[in-house]
């Protein structure tokens, strides 16, 4: 065989599979839901991010394709250029309507967002302060923005107010997920605004996994909190709850306009297609006129939390659908995955570098279109398969 310069893949995928470190893609069937098919097999879902089951709602693939049918299959160029169709400027003022904000912007994903907007707020006389488990898309962007990143201890407060008193740098970014990504706490945003205002410091709050779930129109962490007019920057995605795809930025009119001149991941790329953001408008009808949804989905947390405290998991800080089964090795968490799935329960394994070395887990994620039997169900299967893990 001629020689290959990618020779050198199958050695690093061996070495990867070897520390269980190896990933591969699973297809699940028919449609996104609380119950799918993966390999033929009918497995209830536990690690979607699909908090509210709008994935797959009827009125949401309608708008979806309404829109379609209406302004194109493709936006056909960037913003900026061709691509800034009526439904864009609908959605941005729903978005900010919701967020109590002057302005929102559309972004194509929340890794787009949180890779471009960082740069566009800090550069290299600047510094970013980040908490240690914000999510892998922020930390791209705190990086690219060639801004000094500084990482403070996971809702350190304390820790954050010593580094925001000593620093020389000109402007101060404080960064941090609203509900982190894969333990479900929730981020000090009062403390943070405290100490932003102290130091005259920007905050900036991805609500990935908490808009469309907390407070009360769902807005988020924030109104739910009542500091919403004390962030500056209001990151959501619309992939998760929301049901449909893309990102958005709400905070002042400034800040939207300066994003649309500077944030290289707004300028540079084709706008979203219409029919996500039909889906996505859709969404925010479900989000403001069926509020059980949100009271559903959380009251199954409490359950799933006082079930798995039972089973001697730290769940006590969970606020939001996403509850972190800690077990360790990248083998346990692989192991229990496995075991978990003979037994009908689709909950993948999440390993380094998604999360920290040692603490390799079960991500399980609830949704308002799971019932109360399949909380006891998993936890009764959980119970079963925790004895016959590896060590
Ligand atoms: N921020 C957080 C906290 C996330 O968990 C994720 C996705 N897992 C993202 C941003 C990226 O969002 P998207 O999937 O829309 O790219």
């Given at each position: 065989?001629?020689?290959?310069?990618?020779?050198?893949?199958?050695?690093?995928?061996?070495?990867?599979?070897?520390?269980?470190?190896?990933?591969?893609?699973?297809?699940?069937?028919?449609?996104?839901?609380?119950?799918?098919?993966?390999?033929?097999?009918?497995?209830?879902?536990?690690?979607?991010?699909?908090?509210?089951?709008?994935?797959?709602?009827?009125?949401?693939?309608?708008?979806?394709?309404?829109?379609?049918?209406?302004?194109?299959?493709?936006?056909?160029?960037?913003?900026?250029?061709?691509?800034?169709?009526?439904?864009?400027?609908?959605?941005?003022?729903?978005?900010?309507?919701?967020?109590?904000?002057?302005?929102?912007?559309?972004?194509?994903?929340?890794?787009?967002?949180?890779?471009?907007?960082?740069?566009?707020?800090?550069?290299?006389?600047?510094?970013?302060?980040?908490?240690?488990?914000?999510h892998?898309?922020?930390?791209d962007?705190?990086?690219?923005?060639?801004?000094?990143?500084?990482?403070?201890?996971?809702?350190?407060?304390?820790?954050?107010?010593?580094l925001?008193?000593?620093?020389?740098?000109?402007?101060?970014?404080?960064?941090?997920?609203?509900?982190?990504?894969?333990?479900?706490?929730?981020?000090?945003?009062?403390?943070?605004?405290?100490?932003c205002?102290?130091?005259?410091?920007?905050?900036?709050?991805?609500?990935?996994?908490?808009?469309?779930?907390?407070?009360?129109?769902?807005?988020?962490?924030?109104?739910?909190?009542?500091?919403?007019?004390?962030?500056?920057?209001?990151?959501?995605?619309?992939?998760?709850?929301?049901?449909?795809?893309?990102?958005?930025?709400?905070?002042?009119?400034?800040?939207?306009?300066?994003?649309?001149?500077?944030?290289?991941?707004?300028?540079?790329?084709t706008?979203?297609p219409?029919?996500?953001?039909?889906?996505?408008?859709?969404?925010?009808?479900?989000?403001?006129?069926?509020?059980?949804?949100?009271a559903?989905?959380?009251?199954?947390?409490?359950?799933?939390?006082?079930?798995?405290?039972?089973?001697?998991?730290?769940?006590?800080?969970?606020?939001?659908?996403?509850?972190?089964?800690?077990?360790?090795?990248?083998?346990?968490?692989?192991?229990?995955?496995?075991?978990?799935?003979?037994r009908?329960?689709?909950?993948?394994?999440?390993?380094?570098?998604?999360?920290?070395?040692?603490?390799?887990?079960?991500?399980?994620?609830?949704?308002?279109?799971?019932?109360?039997?399949?909380?006891?169900?998993?936890?009764?299967?959980?119970?079963?398969?925790?004895?016959?893990?590896?060590?």
């Amino acid at each position: 065989m001629a020689r290959s310069a990618l020779d050198w893949i199958p050695g690093e995928l061996d070495a990867l599979a070897a520390k269980g470190l190896r990933r591969a893609l699973e297809t699940i069937a028919p449609v996104q839901g609380p119950v799918v098919e993966v390999a033929g097999r009918r497995l209830v879902n536990l690690c979607s991010n699909d908090y509210l089951g709008l994935a797959a709602d009827p009125r949401l693939r309608r708008a979806a394709s309404d829109a379609a049918e209406q302004e194109g299959a493709g936006a056909g160029a960037s913003r900026l250029v061709a691509g800034d169709l009526p439904v864009h400027r609908a959605l941005e003022a729903r978005l900010a309507a919701w967020k109590g904000t002057q302005a929102a912007l559309l972004f194509n994903s929340g890794y787009h967002a949180n890779a471009g907007v960082p740069a566009a707020l800090v550069g290299r006389d600047d510094a970013i302060f980040c908490d240690v488990l914000n999510h892998a898309s922020i930390v791209d962007g705190c990086l690219l923005s060639r801004a000094e990143l500084v990482r403070y201890r996971h809702r350190d407060v304390d820790e954050l107010a010593g580094l925001l008193a000593r620093t020389r740098a000109r402007r101060k970014l404080v960064v941090t997920d609203a509900v982190f990504s894969m333990d479900g706490d929730a981020a000090p945003l009062r403390e943070l605004a405290e100490l932003c205002d102290r130091h005259g410091a920007m905050l900036y709050v991805d609500e990935a996994h908490s808009a469309g779930i907390l407070g009360p129109t769902g807005a988020g962490l924030a109104e739910a909190l009542g500091v919403s007019d004390r962030v500056d920057v209001h990151m959501g995605t619309l992939g998760k709850a929301l049901g449909a795809f893309g990102a958005y930025v709400a905070g002042t009119q400034p800040l939207a306009e300066l994003l649309v001149s500077r944030a290289r991941t707004f300028v540079f790329t084709t706008a979203l297609p219409p029919a996500a953001c039909g889906a996505a408008l859709a969404a925010l009808d479900v989000v403001a006129s069926e509020p059980a949804r949100r009271a559903h989905v959380l009251a199954l947390t409490e359950r799933a939390k006082a079930g798995l405290a039972r089973l001697g998991f730290d769940v006590a800080s969970v606020v939001a659908p996403i509850l972190p089964v800690v077990l360790g090795s990248e083998a346990r968490a692989l192991a229990a995955s496995s075991a978990l799935r003979e037994r009908g329960w689709f909950v993948r394994a999440i390993r380094p570098p998604t999360v920290p070395r040692g603490t390799s887990r079960l991500r399980v994620a609830l949704s308002a279109a799971h019932e109360e039997a399949q909380v006891d169900g998993f936890l009764a299967a959980l119970a079963e398969v925790l004895p016959g893990l590896p060590p």
